[in-house]
Each structure stands twice: as structure tokens, then as C-alpha cells.
């Protein structure tokens, strides 16, 4: 016991500096290996949807492997009601993103800028709309929706993806604000500028990436969102709506083409934000 | 008039958001509570009468479907715990300038519909797939062999589905420990399994609570997963409470059984949070 307490002699720690190396190697070895699993495992599915969208499969059962194909790239829109629902959820996400942009960027710019009344139980109401289950939100709506007697279908989904998009333009939006360095505004205003000026000259641009950032994130849960639209939609069909209602009578190849372009679009939207964000990190 | 400006203008920005939210998040959950206490039918009409025994009835109608989904969450959370922290733990201490490729790595799930996701690893574990069947072929598997089905299939998807919630508040709190406190572990003759588990760990413990809390909620409250890729003998209580509202039209029970799982996890959330203490939750959750 008491000879672990003493100091060790030059020798040990000799020794523990060669060994140590070898321990590093070993451990976050390990560990390296087992997030590129993780990381594997989680791009799986991903793989296998985009790789049966080139299967040459005879119809619309796309379960086996049959041949390779590039033939339903060009006959992506040959079921009427799918490529309906396609359209429905990107002008649903359009219409969903900048109104939510909108009303997020003022809970966001107020939050991070003003201290006021009430800003408490506005950060716990906007906490509960990320943090509620879907499946609740969505019964919640539905049932406000019949006992209102409102008729479900586009305008009801659009309301009720802004309602859960909103906090997160939010947040993002009040980050950048809580960051921004106010002596620039307080520059512009020794300059002779107006507050009005000040705001969309100076302010505005500083945070219009975080609210771009915001919007694309709002645009990406809605075209997604699978299950509180599936209780606020009525009739209507959005494109995960589609898929659903197909798994039945079997999901065409076009359904994984749609799938790999949404995916090939996110991707290249967010590797467009990261590198504008990073090159402008080295800047500053 | 600057001064009287600055009063306003916080409520004025937040006005039209702060609305919208209160019409179409907390209003609607009162209109919730209201239907379950209301009689009726979609044909006739629904008319409050304060029928509670709507919740007597459920509760003891789908007990099964309630336990059954909260300890198919409970199993998912645990494994998520188990697959994501060390995930987590390299990226946030080796990750070096690599960390938000690695980071947008673990996230790319999230670019593929949530569906489209599921169907995919019902086509995978399918007994025909390429899973199974090499398997099969190869005489590692019996001819009855199943995934989809099964218990395990239905977890295995929640794990999958909601593994970037756990990994993203692990990393965060990581990432926020200062090098500094674990060198002086080091220093004061600590060996890496007690700078872990004295240091690193319990600095990380309040992203793993954030992590809890937005993959608990989320998976045991899901039906996408146990309707793809289960079967009736791992029905979830969403799966029950979706076909009551939506294809039976029975609006009193569904919303009494959302009720009762939203009090349930309410209760459960609170309860932790309580016992692990809720500013560290908070935070962490709000980032």
C-alpha cells in the first residue's frame, strides 16, 4: 500500500512514458473502431434505401435484389399520387419554414437581447414543444381541430408544423444573438446611424446566417415529419404520408429514388452551411 | 421615448410566436383533456358529460400496451446509453478537427424520412434478406429463425432511430470538461479507470440525463417502429392510441389514453429530474 503512495523513482516513470503510448493506441484504438461501427450501423439503411432505388426490380415489390438500373431516375414521376405528395410537402415545408423562421427569429432576437416579464414561461413552453412527444402534440391538435369543427388538410398541417419548429429557430437564433459583440451596433450608432439603420445594416446581417441555419432546419423537420402530420392531415397525403399508405400494397423504386434526392439535397445543404460557418470562423 | 421602446419592443417580437404557441401547443392539451371527458359519437356529436370512467376503462383495457411500451423504451434508453457514450466520449476527446464531420456522421440519419428509415430495416432483417438468409445458408440460423416480430426487431429500431438524441447531450457535456481536470487526475496518480470514473463520468452524467429524457419520451411513446417492424404481440401503446383516433374515431378513448401516457411521462420526468436535480437537465436539454 504505502509503497503505491511513494513518488516514483525516475526509472518508473520512464517506463510509464513508453508505456503510455502503447495504451493510448489500445484504448481510444478501440474506441475508434467501435464509432465507425456505430457510424456504419447508422448509414445502413440509409445505403440499402438509396441501392434499391437502382434495383431493377419488375414491379412494385422492390424486396429483392434483382439487377442494376437507372431506369426509375427516369420514370421518377410515374405514380400521380405520389409525385401530389411529394409537392404537398415541399410547398408545405416552404410555407411551414419561413413562417416559422419568421415568428422563431422574433421569440429568438427578444430572448437574447431584452430581459423582460414572462421571458421565463416562454423558455418552459418553448422547452415543452421540443421535448413533448410527437404522438402527444399530434392528438393534442387533432382533438382541438374536431372540437373546433375544423376541416383537416394542408393549412392544418403547415399550422402544425410551425407550432413545433418554431422553438428551434428560436434557439438557434437567440445563440447568435447572445453572442453578437454590441459595441459594433454601438459603433454604427457614434457613426450617426439611425436605430432603424443600425438594425438592418449591422445587426440584421450578423445573425441572418443563424436564422438561414434556422429555417433550413425548420424546412428539414417538416418535409420529415411523419407523425404529427399523420394526425392533423385529414385525407391529405404528404410524401412520408404516401409511404406509409403503400407499405401495404408494396413501396415503388420511385419512392427510394425521392428518398436519395431529399437525402442528396440535405446533404449538400448542410456541407454548403458548415463550410461557409467554418471559412468564416478562419476569417474572424 | 428610447426607454419606453426597449419596454415594448421584447413584446412585441414575441407576440405573434408566443401566440401561435399557445393556441396550437397549450390550448390544444386542454381540448385534449376535454374530449376525454366527453360522450358521443363521430356521427352524432360529442357532448361534455365529465365521463371519467372513459379512463377506468382504458387504463385497464390497454395496461399491457402501457407497461409493455414503457419498458421497450426503458430497454432502448439503456442500450443507448451503453452504444452511444463511447461514441460520444472518442469524438468529443479525439475527435481533434475532425468532430463535426463526425458529428454531421451521426446526425445523417436524420436527412432520411423517419418512415423511409424504418422500411429500410424491415428489408434488411426481413427472413428473406440480406441478413438472414447467408445466415440461413449457412446453417447459423434455424429454418424459424424470425427478427421482424419479435420484441428484439421493435427495440432495435427505436434504438437505431433515436440514436443521435443520445449521442449529441453525451458529446456536449464532454466536450464542455476542461483538459485541465482530467491532467490533474493524472497528476495526483489517478489510473485512467479512476479518472473516469471520478472525473469524466460524473462531468458527463448531466448530458446522459438530457440524453435519457430525449430518447425515453420519444421511444416509448412511438408506433412507427412496433407497426413495421413488429407484430400484434408488441403492440405500443401509441400504435393503440393512433387507430383509436384515427381509424376507429373513437376520439374519448384516444385522448384519455394520450392523457394517461402524457401523466406518465410527465410524472416519470419529474420524478428523475427530481432525484438527479433539474438545473443540470434543463441546461443541458435547452442547449
Do not use: C
Amino acid at each position: 500500500m504505502t509503497t503505491t503512495m511513494q513518488r516514483p523513482s525516475p526509472e518508473t516513470v520512464e517506463q510509464a512514458a513508453k508505456i503510455k503510448p502503447r495504451r493510448r493506441i489500445t484504448g481510444p484504438g478501440l474506441l475508434h473502431t467501435w464509432t465507425w461501427l456505430i457510424i456504419a450501423w447508422l448509414v445502413l439503411p440509409i445505403v440499402v434505401m438509396i441501392a434499391f432505388g437502382f434495383n431493377d426490380t419488375p414491379g412494385r415489390y422492390n424486396q429483392t435484389w434483382v439487377g442494376f438500373t437507372f431506369k426509375w431516375y427516369g420514370r421518377l414521376f410515374e405514380y400521380p399520387d405520389l409525385t401530389n405528395a411529394l409537392i404537398t410537402s415541399i410547398v408545405i415545408a416552404i410555407v411551414a419554414s419561413l413562417l416559422s423562421g419568421a415568428l422563431g427569429t422574433g421569440i429568438g432576437y427578444a430572448l437574447g437581447r431584452y430581459r423582460f416579464r414572462g421571458s421565463g414561461s416562454l423558455n418552459l413552453i418553448m422547452f415543452a414543444t421540443m421535448s413533448s412527444p410527437e404522438l402527444i402534440m399530434g392528438a393534442s391538435l387533432l382533438s382541438l381541430f374536431v372540437s373546433a369543427g375544423a376541416g383537416l388538410g394542408p393549412v392544418t398541417i403547415t399550422i402544425a408544423h410551425v407550432m413545433f419548429s418554431i422553438s428551434f429557430v428560436a434557439v438557434v437564433v437567440r445563440a447568435r444573438v447572445m453572442t453578437l459583440d454590441r459595441s459594433i451596433e454601438e459603433a454604427a450608432a457614434d457613426l450617426g446611424a439611425g436605430p432603424w439603420t443600425t438594425f438592418w445594416k449591422v445587426t440584421f446581417p450578423i445573425i441572418l446566417p443563424a436564422i438561414f441555419s434556422g429555417v433550413l432546419l425548420a424546412f428539414a423537420l417538416s418535409i420529415d415529419d411523419f407523425i404529427v402530420t399523420a394526425f392533423t392531415a385529414g385525407t391529405t397525403k404528404t410524401f412520408p404520408l404516401w409511404i406509409w399508405g403503400a407499405t401495404r400494397v408494396g413501396i415503388p423504386p420511385q419512392v427510394n429514388v425521392m428518398g436519395t434526392l431529399i437525402f442528396a439535397v440535405g446533404v449538400f445543404f448542410a456541407l454548403v452551411a458548415n463550410i461557409r460557418s467554418s471559412s468564416k470562423s478562419k476569417r474572424d | 421615448m428610447n426607454r419606453v421602446k426597449n419596454k415594448i419592443a421584447p413584446y412585441l417580437l414575441v407576440l405573434p410566436g408566443a401566440v401561435w404557441l399557445l393556441i396550437f401547443f397549450a390550448v390544444p392539451m386542454v381540448a385534449m383533456l376535454s374530449l376525454s371527458l366527453q360522450e358521443g359519437d363521430i356521427v352524432h356529436g360529442y357532448r361534455f358529460t365529465g365521463h371519467w370512467q372513459t379512463y377506468t376503462e382504458a387504463i385497464s383495457n390497454y395496461d399491457t400496451q402501457i407497461i409493455r411500451s414503457l419498458i421497450y423504451g426503458a430497454i432502448a434508453t439503456l442500450v443507448l446509453i451503453v452504444l452511444a457514450f463511447p461514441v460520444a466520449y472518442w469524438i468529443a476527446f479525439y475527435g481533434g478537427r475532425r468532430k463535426p464531420t463526425y458529428l454531421f456522421l451521426v446526425l445523417l440519419p436524420f436527412f432520411v424520412s423517419f418512415v423511409l428509415r424504418t422500411i429500410s430495416w424491415r428489408q434488411i432483417l426481413t427472413d428473406e434478406g440480406p441478413l438472414l438468409s447467408p445466415l440461413r445458408d449457412m446453417g447459423l440460423i434455424g429454418q424459424s429463425f424470425h427478427i421482424l416480430g419479435t420484441p428484439t426487431a421493435v427495440i432495435l429500431g427505436l434504438v437505431y432511430n433515436f440514436l443521435p438524441f443520445m449521442v449529441l447531450p453525451i458529446y456536449v457535456a464532454l466536450e464542455r470538461i476542461d483538459p485541465r481536470v482530467v491532467e490533474a487526475a493524472r497528476d495526483l496518480y489517478a489510473n485512467p479507470a479512476t479518472t473516469f470514473r471520478k472525473v469524466i463520468f460524473p462531468l458527463a452524467l448531466p448530458g446522459v440525463f438530457a440524453g435519457v429524457l430525449m430518447t425515453f419520451v420519444p421511444a416509448s411513446s412511438d408506433y412507427v417502429n412496433s407497426e413495421v417492424l413488429g407484430s400484434s404481440d408488441t403492440t405500443m401503446i401509441g400504435q393503440v392510441i393512433q387507430a383509436q383516433f384515427l381509424e376507429n374515431s373513437d376520439y374519448p378513448t384516444a385522448s384519455a389514453l394520450s392523457f394517461v401516457l402524457m401523466l406518465v411521462l410527465l410524472i416519470g420526468v419529474f420524478t428523475y429530474a427530481r432525484i438527479l436535480g433539474t438545473e443540470d437537465v434543463m441546461k443541458v436539454a435547452a442547449r
